[in-house]
């Protein structure tokens, strides 16, 4: 209702902006920043000493007054609970190495395994989050499991949290390849709990992707991934070989990607770190670690680190891998893929974005299945092969666009290449915090 002429409201100023006692301006200010009011529901504030934004419950970083100021039970993908792992993992994907189900991270709540920087739970009688250091409170396995530090090596060289963030922030801004926001149009529908990701309750009528703007199939570095989804068998147990011209599809794609800003970006960054002498060095190296083949059924070199994670297989009864949205585009669009259902939807508002959803991959589900949205080939596979060359068989922290992510890969220890490198079992998103 407009006011009545020459009425003018009077400010009110809430409790965070009232000057106390001895107060000035700039004590003021601070007081604001480390309070809900006036904040609720703003975006993420890396400079805020805690946050109001609809994800804190999820990283575990609200403001002591969010919860009585900005009320409301918050949106499934932002409750306080870290991603599920995904079901691949409860097999074992190198000797003695094994990930407990969402169900059962809690079981042994004296250690980090399968914890790493989940959101802080007070009932948990010790923690493994980004902060327990500073409280003086983390588990005592936190060092050997979640240590920032560990990587390629424990020498003076190793690289550090902060160098992964600041690469991965240019990574980020070099993907020129990446999908605007008027090139794909989403329908994410019904989010669910993570407690029901198990239940394969088909909760959305229409498909995930409701528009692609396909020109971008047509960038190179887009073709000659494409090229190679359908080199595969998805059923483990079944050797993979290749002809001579999908052989040639691989190099076809290492060629196109490294003439992206994307990956000169990657390959001077590691080239610094003193990993790799010579770009050819790393490519000869990417394409061992993706493409060599190695055996996770009973059949000789039935898989690969590109296959599993970029095109998909099927074993025991489950998808396992699939974690590429071009693929999911392209099986949806056949009718091969029927979307479930999502448990998460990262703060991106632009691409690439994340989800972590529920789907049937043509009679077989996959439980959780994370995904960046929008993002170019070359992106995709620059991250996860920083993370597999930085932090091997961990959690790796990365920052894109000023959001925290999580990256987990694995090892394939049963078999190796070269001087006894590992091969990439596999690679995914874990959660942003």
Not at 189 to 197: L, M
Not at 246 to 263: C, G, N, P, S, Y
Not at 278 to 295: A, I, P, T
Request: overall charge negative.
């Amino acid at each position: 209702m407009p006011f009545p002429a020459r009425y003018t409201p009077a400010l009110v100023c809430e409790p965070s902006c009232r000057r106390h006692p001895g107060e000035n301006r700039v004590s003021i200010e601070l007081r604001k920043i480390e309070s809900c009011a006036s904040r609720c529901n703003e975006k993420f504030n890396r400079d805020a000493a805690c946050q109001c934004d609809r994800r804190c419950l999820w990283h575990g970083n609200c403001c002591e007054d969010y919860e009585h100021l900005c009320t409301g039970e918050p949106p499934c993908e932002t409750k306080s609970e870290p991603l599920p792992q995904l079901e691949e993992e409860t097999e074992e994907v190198s000797p003695g190495h094994t990930t407990p189900l969402f169900s059962d991270l809690y079981s042994a709540p004296t250690s980090c395994q399968g914890r790493c920087y989940e959101a802080f739970d007070k009932h948990h009688q010790c923690h493994c989050n980004a902060r327990c250091q500073e409280f003086g409170n983390c588990c005592k396995d936190f060092e050997s499991l979640c240590s920032d530090h560990e990587g390629f090596s424990h020498s003076s060289d190793a690289i550090t949290k902060e160098e992964i963030q600041s690469i991965s922030e240019k990574i980020y801004r070099a993907d020129t390849n990446k999908a605007q926001k008027e090139d794909i149009v989403l329908n994410s529908q019904n989010c669910i709990s993570p407690s029901e990701t198990r239940n394969q309750v088909d909760r959305c009528p229409k498909p995930l992707f409701t528009y692609v703007n396909e020109k971008l199939f047509s960038k190179p570095t887009y073709a000659a991934f494409i090229n190679l989804l359908n080199n595969y068998q998805r059923a483990t147990g079944h050797g993979e070989h290749f002809s001579a011209q999908e052989l040639a599809e691989q190099d076809a794609f290492l060629r196109e990607i490294m003439k992206t800003a994307v990956m000169k970006e990657l390959y001077s960054f590691l080239h610094h770190q003193n990993r790799y002498g010579s770009e050819q060095e790393f490519v000869d190296d990417l394409k061992n670690m993706w493409f060599g083949l190695y055996s996770r059924g009973n059949e000789e070199g039935d898989s690969s680190g590109f296959e599993h994670v970029f095109s998909g297989e099927v074993k025991k009864g489950k998808v396992t891998g699939f974690h590429n949205w071009i693929r999911f585009y392209l099986e949806e669009k056949e009718g091969l893929v029927d979307y479930y259902s999502h448990i998460y939807d990262g703060p991106w508002d632009s691409y690439p974005d994340v989800l972590a959803m529920q789907f049937n991959w043509d009679g077989y589900y996959k439980e959780v299945g994370s995904a960046f949205i929008g993002s170019s080939p070359e992106f995709e596979f620059a991250l996860y092969s920083l993370c597999f060359i930085a932090r091997p068989g961990k959690v790796c922290q990365l920052s894109l666009g000023g959001y925290p992510l999580a990256v987990r890969t694995y090892t394939w220890d049963k078999s190796t290449y070269g001087n006894g490198k590992k091969y990439i079992a596999t690679a995914y998103i874990v959660s942003s915090t």
